[in-house]
C-alpha cells in the first residue's frame, strides 16, 4: 500500500511581504496555518481570530526567525517566559514553578527506560522538563549530533511520556509547548484524568497497552450475550509521576457517577475529624489502619487524585506529588493518611514556604511528597525512615523576584557570562548572552541554558540520606 504524506504549509509562504507570484502576505499566512490546522486539529482548533495589522506585525517578528535552526534550550526559555505571562490571573492554577518542576523530576531520577505521567500536567511543565533530563542523559552516551542520540531521546517523548489535562485550551498549550521541544505532543490527552482508567485507555493505544488493560469476552447471564469487557493486568504501570494535581475543588457524586468507584470517598471524617454519626464501613480493607466510613456525597480534589496515581503507577513505581499541608495534617484526614500508608512508602517530604504558588494566584502552603507504590503482600513498616526537609529560599519570593544567591563563574564582557544560582532545593548552571541595546533601550544579558548542577541542595542532601538512610530533618 502506497504511503501518503501530509501536505506541509511552505515556510517560504510565512512572510510579510509580497512577490511576483503573490500580490500579498495575507492570504499565504492564513493558508499555512489552515494547512497545519488539517494536520494537528487538536492543536490548531480554531481560525485566527487577530486583525491583519497584528498578524501582519506578527509575521514582521517572525520570518526573520529559524525555529528549526534554534536551539532547544533558547526555544524553551522563550516559551516558559511566554507563559509567565500567560499563566498569571485566570490560569494560575495551571503553573508549577520551574524550581519546583526540576527539583522533582531530580529527585525521581527519570530515565530514558522510564514510562512517565503527569495526570495534570496544565502546560507540560513535568513532561518538558522530564524530557530535558532524558535528553541531557544522552549527551552522556551519544555525539549530539548523531542518528542513536536523536533516537534516545525521541523515542521516549513518543512513546514514554505521557499528560492528562482536562481543560481543553490549556491541553493545546501543552501540545504546542511539546512541539516546540520536538514532539511528543501526541500523548497529551484532554479528557478528565479521574475518570475509569478504562475510559482513558479508549483515549489512547499506548496509555491503553501501559497500564495493561486489556479486552475479554465474559457471559452476561442477565442479557444472555457475549459482552467485551475491559480488565488489567495490575503488574503493569507508569514507572514515574511528577504531578501537582489540582487543590481545594470539589468532586461531587452528582455530577461526577465515578466517584464512587474511588476507595478514598470513603475515608474521610467530616471537618473537625470526629464523625458520630457515620457507621463504620467494616469492609475496610485491614491493611490500611481506620476502618472507612460511608460513602460521600464530595470529595476534594487533591485526595482522589492521590488514589488515581496509586492506580496509573506499577508496583515499586514513584511520584512526586504537590499537595496542601491540610492533606498532611488535618484531623479529619487521618484516615485519608492511613489509607496511603497502607499503599505507599513515603520516601521523602519537603516543605515549600507559604508563598511557593503566590505569584500565580494560589495561596495554599504545600509541600512536595515523593511516594513509592508497595508491591504485593509487602505491609507498611514503622521503622521506614522519610526524608524530611523544609525549603525557605526556593529562587524566588511572592511577587516572583529572584532571591537566587549568584556567584558569577565567568564572564566576557559584552559576550558571554556564566553563573551559579543556589536555592535550597538545588543549585542551576546558567549562561547568559550579551544582547546590545536599541536606540534609548540599554543593553542586557539573555539568559541561554540553563541545567541542574548535581548533588546540590536538597538533591544532595538526599542522595546523602539514601547512603545511610536514617530519619532526620534538614
Given at each position: 500500500?502506497?504511503?501518503?504524506?501530509?501536505?506541509r504549509?511552505?515556510?517560504?509562504?510565512?512572510?510579510?511581504?509580497p512577490?511576483?507570484?503573490?500580490s500579498g502576505?495575507?492570504?499565504?499566512?492564513?493558508?499555512?496555518?489552515?494547512?497545519?490546522?488539517?494536520?494537528?486539529?487538536?492543536?490548531?482548533?480554531?481560525?485566527?481570530?487577530?486583525?491583519?495589522?497584528t498578524?501582519?506585525?506578527?509575521?514582521?517578528?517572525?520570518?526573520?526567525?529559524?525555529?528549526?535552526?534554534?536551539?532547544?534550550?533558547?526555544?524553551?526559555?522563550?516559551?516558559?517566559?511566554?507563559?509567565?505571562?500567560?499563566f498569571?490571573?485566570d490560569?494560575?492554577?495551571?503553573?508549577?514553578?520551574?524550581n519546583?518542576?526540576?527539583?522533582?523530576?531530580?529527585?525521581?531520577?527519570?530515565?530514558?527506560?522510564?514510562?512517565?505521567?503527569?495526570?495534570?500536567?496544565?502546560?507540560?511543565?513535568?513532561?518538558?522538563?522530564?524530557?530535558?533530563?532524558?535528553?541531557?542523559?544522552?549527551?552522556?552516551?551519544y555525539?549530539?549530533?548523531s542518528?542513536?542520540?536523536?533516537?534516545?531521546?525521541?523515542?521516549?517523548?513518543?512513546?514514554?511520556?505521557?499528560?492528562?489535562?482536562?481543560?481543553?485550551?490549556?491541553?493545546?498549550?501543552?501540545?504546542?509547548?511539546?512541539?516546540?521541544?520536538?514532539?511528543?505532543?501526541?500523548?497529551?490527552?484532554?479528557?478528565?484524568?479521574?475518570?475509569?482508567?478504562?475510559?482513558?485507555?479508549?483515549?489512547?493505544?499506548?496509555?491503553?497497552?501501559i497500564?495493561?488493560l486489556?479486552?475479554?469476552?465474559?457471559?452476561?447471564?442477565?442479557?444472555?450475550?457475549?459482552?467485551?469487557?475491559?480488565k488489567?493486568?495490575?503488574?503493569?504501570?507508569?514507572?514515574?509521576?511528577?504531578?501537582?494535581?489540582?487543590?481545594?475543588?470539589?468532586?461531587?457524586?452528582?455530577?461526577?457517577?465515578?466517584?464512587?468507584?474511588?476507595?478514598?470517598s470513603?475515608?474521610?471524617?467530616?471537618?473537625?475529624?470526629?464523625?458520630?454519626?457515620?457507621?463504620?464501613?467494616?469492609?475496610?480493607?485491614?491493611?490500611a489502619?481506620?476502618?472507612?466510613?460511608?460513602?460521600?456525597?464530595?470529595?476534594?480534589?487533591?485526595?482522589?487524585?492521590?488514589?488515581?496515581?496509586?492506580?496509573?503507577?506499577?508496583?515499586?513505581?514513584?511520584?512526586?506529588v504537590?499537595?496542601?499541608?491540610?492533606?498532611?495534617?488535618?484531623?479529619?484526614?487521618?484516615?485519608?493518611?492511613?489509607?496511603?500508608?497502607g499503599r505507599?512508602?513515603?520516601?521523602?517530604?519537603?516543605?515549600?514556604?507559604?508563598?511557593?504558588?503566590a505569584?500565580?494566584?494560589?495561596?495554599?502552603?504545600?509541600?512536595?511528597?515523593?511516594?513509592?507504590?508497595?508491591?504485593?503482600?509487602?505491609?507498611?513498616?514503622?521503622?521506614?525512615?522519610?526524608?524530611?526537609?523544609?525549603?525557605?529560599?526556593?529562587?524566588?519570593?511572592?511577587?516572583?523576584?529572584?532571591?537566587?544567591?549568584?556567584?558569577?563563574?565567568s564572564?566576557?564582557?559584552?559576550?558571554?557570562?556564566?553563573?551559579r544560582?543556589?536555592?535550597?532545593?538545588?543549585?542551576?548552571?546558567?549562561?547568559?548572552?550579551?544582547?546590545?541595546?536599541?536606540?534609548?533601550?540599554?543593553?542586557?544579558?539573555?539568559?541561554?541554558?540553563?541545567?541542574?548542577?548535581?548533588?546540590?541542595?536538597?538533591?544532595?542532601?538526599?542522595?546523602?540520606?539514601?547512603?545511610?538512610?536514617?530519619?532526620?530533618?534538614v
Amino acid at each position: 500500500m502506497k504511503k501518503v504524506r501530509a501536505k506541509r504549509a511552505n515556510p517560504t509562504n510565512f512572510r510579510s511581504k509580497p512577490t511576483k507570484h503573490r500580490s500579498g502576505w495575507r492570504p499565504a499566512s492564513r493558508r499555512c496555518y489552515a494547512i497545519e490546522r488539517q494536520n494537528e486539529p487538536d492543536v490548531f482548533n480554531d481560525d485566527i481570530k487577530i486583525d491583519d495589522i497584528t498578524l501582519k506585525n506578527l509575521v514582521l517578528h517572525l520570518e526573520s526567525v529559524n525555529l528549526s535552526a534554534t536551539d532547544l534550550d533558547t526555544k524553551g526559555v522563550a516559551f516558559e517566559q511566554f507563559m509567565d505571562g500567560f499563566f498569571k490571573g485566570d490560569f494560575g492554577q495551571y503553573f508549577t514553578p520551574r524550581n519546583i518542576i526540576a527539583f522533582a523530576i531530580q529527585m525521581l531520577d527519570i530515565k530514558a527506560d522510564d514510562t512517565v505521567m503527569d495526570p495534570a500536567c496544565g502546560s507540560g511543565g513535568f513532561l518538558l522538563h522530564a524530557l530535558d533530563h532524558v535528553r541531557k542523559l544522552a549527551n552522556e552516551y551519544y555525539d549530539e549530533d548523531s542518528k542513536e542520540h536523536f533516537n534516545y531521546w525521541h523515542s521516549f517523548a513518543e512513546k514514554r511520556l505521557y499528560g492528562i489535562e482536562i481543560n481543553e485550551e490549556i491541553a493545546r498549550v501543552a501540545k504546542m509547548n511539546m512541539i516546540v521541544h520536538d514532539d511528543g505532543h501526541t500523548n497529551i490527552i484532554g479528557n478528565d484524568a479521574l475518570e475509569p482508567l478504562a475510559a482513558l485507555g479508549r483515549k489512547s493505544q499506548g496509555l491503553f497497552d501501559i497500564l495493561g488493560l486489556y479486552r475479554e469476552t465474559v457471559f452476561n447471564a442477565e442479557t444472555g450475550k457475549n459482552e467485551e469487557v475491559i480488565k488489567r493486568d495490575e503488574a503493569k504501570g507508569f514507572t514515574k509521576i511528577p504531578t501537582n494535581p489540582p487543590f481545594g475543588a470539589v468532586i461531587k457524586d452528582e455530577l461526577h457517577s465515578y466517584l464512587s468507584g474511588y476507595d478514598l470517598s470513603r475515608y474521610l471524617a467530616k471537618s473537625g475529624g470526629k464523625d458520630e454519626d457515620d457507621a463504620e464501613d467494616t469492609s475496610a480493607d485491614p491493611t490500611a489502619g481506620k476502618k472507612a466510613i460511608k460513602q460521600r456525597a464530595s470529595v476534594k480534589t487533591e485526595v482522589i487524585y492521590c488514589e488515581r496515581v496509586w492506580q496509573l503507577l506499577r508496583p515499586g513505581g514513584k511520584a512526586g506529588v504537590v499537595l496542601p499541608d491540610g492533606l498532611l495534617t488535618n484531623a479529619s484526614l487521618q484516615g485519608v493518611r492511613d489509607w496511603l500508608l497502607g499503599r505507599f512508602k513515603v520516601l521523602a517530604v519537603v516543605s515549600l514556604p507559604q508563598f511557593a504558588f503566590a505569584h500565580f494566584g494560589a495561596g495554599v502552603k504545600s509541600s512536595v511528597v515523593f511516594l513509592e507504590k508497595r508491591k504485593p503482600n509487602v505491609p507498611a513498616s514503622g521503622d521506614e525512615a522519610i526524608f524530611m526537609a523544609m525549603a525557605e529560599n526556593i529562587g524566588y519570593d511572592a511577587t516572583g523576584r529572584s532571591t537566587y544567591q549568584v556567584e558569577v563563574l565567568s564572564e566576557a564582557p559584552g559576550q558571554a557570562r556564566a553563573e551559579r544560582q543556589r536555592c535550597d532545593l538545588l543549585d542551576w548552571h546558567v549562561t547568559f548572552d550579551w544582547m546590545p541595546g536599541e536606540g534609548k533601550k540599554p543593553g542586557h544579558w539573555s539568559e541561554r541554558h540553563r541545567h541542574v548542577i548535581p548533588g546540590s541542595g536538597l538533591l544532595g542532601q538526599y542522595a546523602a540520606f539514601k547512603r545511610d538512610p536514617e530519619a532526620f530533618f534538614v
